[in-house]
């Protein structure tokens, strides 16, 4: 009677031991074979081709680490922003940021100093977005060229430009990568938007994105285009640095450039709420500042307008926490502001 008991329990326990590997097994394979086809259809929703088996076994493993990565932020739940399965999920941070962040910090450290029009500003709303005030073009993509800056540069002449004449008019990035070589500016090697406010300053302005067409890579600058002015700037000021409340009051009144530490993973992969970091402060991406405002629960934000397409973020843009602890802003955003004049 004894012994039989003992062989009862022995029998259950072994059958249940193997049905928990062949469920482990079973789901393993299963998770691996869904991955496998989420790659597949992510890799048709963008239209991306690899070149060989090897590259896209390659490609499929970083996209595995990434969505496993994504998932797991966002089911940890302890942060107040999402992150999304972007058109950026088969590169690893490091190719990310070198094929993107094209904004080189003062390494020649020409910093002249400007001065600051919004300094005695006294009186601005606690919400601004100026997309509202139709001072804002549609989100444009930058694609595999490190030319953030002119897209920041662009998006801040564009916003100055309808403010002074009333017109919102979409101005030319290319023109920009083709033609400016003030300063530091190397098209899709990297530049400063100080310098390419220089440029359309000397240039006596900047043709439209409609004669001068956006292309994504390096090209010889087109005279004749170029020589079109659609809008035109008569300077440009810095912001004083480190000042988050110099910054809301530039911001108060025009969209800004400003330079941020776009470096980290969540950043790559940023989706919706307000990003409230982690990133650090080695400034590698020009975007602009397009208004500010209070969420819902109470996270004070700045609205930034950013150029990789409408996939990313919020439609494109991205709410970052504003008047944090560091002087510097959060990524930085209040280490490098500056803006055109009209
Ligand atoms: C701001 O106010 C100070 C003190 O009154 C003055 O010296 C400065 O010129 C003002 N700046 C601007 C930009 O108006």
């Known amino acids: 009677m004894v012994a039989n008991i003992q062989f009862h329990h022995i029998t259950l326990a072994l059958i249940f031991c193997s049905a928990l590997l062949a469920f482990q097994v079973t789901s393993r394979t299963l998770q691996d074979a869904s991955m496998y086809e989420r790659h597949e259809q992510w890799m048709a929703r963008y239209g991306k081709v690899y070149k060989d088996l090897q590259e896209r076994e390659k490609r499929f493993k970083i996209f595995e680490e990434n969505v496993n990565y994504i998932e797991a932020s966002n089911n940890a739940g302890d942060k107040a922003y999402k992150l ?24 020649s450290s020409s910093i002249e100093r400007t001065t600051f029009k919004y300094a005695n500003v006294t009186a601005v709303p606690n919400t601004v977005d100026w997309r509202q005030k139709g001072a804002v073009t549609p989100i444009k993509n930058q694609q595999q060229c490190g030319c953030c800056w002119a897209f920041s540069a662009v998006a801040a002449t564009e916003g100055i430009n309808k403010l002074k004449s009333g017109t919102l008019i979409s101005l030319s990035e290319q023109e920009l990568v083709d033609c400016d070589t003030k300063g530091i500016d190397q098209g899709c090697e990297g530049g400063l938007m100080d310098d390419a406010f220089k440029f359309i300053i000397q240039n006596g302005g900047l043709t439209t994105e409609a004669k001068y067409p956006y292309k994504g890579v390096d090209g010889k600058c087109n005279t004749k285009a170029a020589a079109n002015h659609a809008a035109t700037i008569t300077g ?36 919706s709420g307000v990003f409230t970091g982690s990133c650090g402060t080695e400034l590698d991406h020009g975007v602009t500042a397009v208004g500010y405002g209070v969420s819902d629960d109470g996270t004070k934000y700045w609205l930034v307008k950013n150029s990789w397409g409408t996939e990313w973020g919020e439609e494109g843009y991205i709410r970052m926490q504003r008047d944090v602890d560091a002087s510097e802003g959060l990524c930085g955003i209040a280490m490098q502001a500056s803006y055109p004049t009209a």
Do not use: C, W
């Not at 972007?86 to 910090?105: V, Y």
């Not at 810095?238 to 025009?254: R, S, T, Y």
């Open 84 to 107: 999304g399965i972007n058109q950026f999920a088969d590169l690893t941070n490091e190719e990310f940021t070198s094929s993107r962040n094209g904004f080189k910090s003062h390494m």
């Open 236 to 271: 440009y000021e810095d912001v004083p640095a480190n000042n988050e409340q110099a910054l809301k009051n530039a911001v108060a009144n025009q969209p800004v450039s400003v330079a941020i530490d776009a470096s980290g993973s969540d950043f790559q992969f940023y989706k």
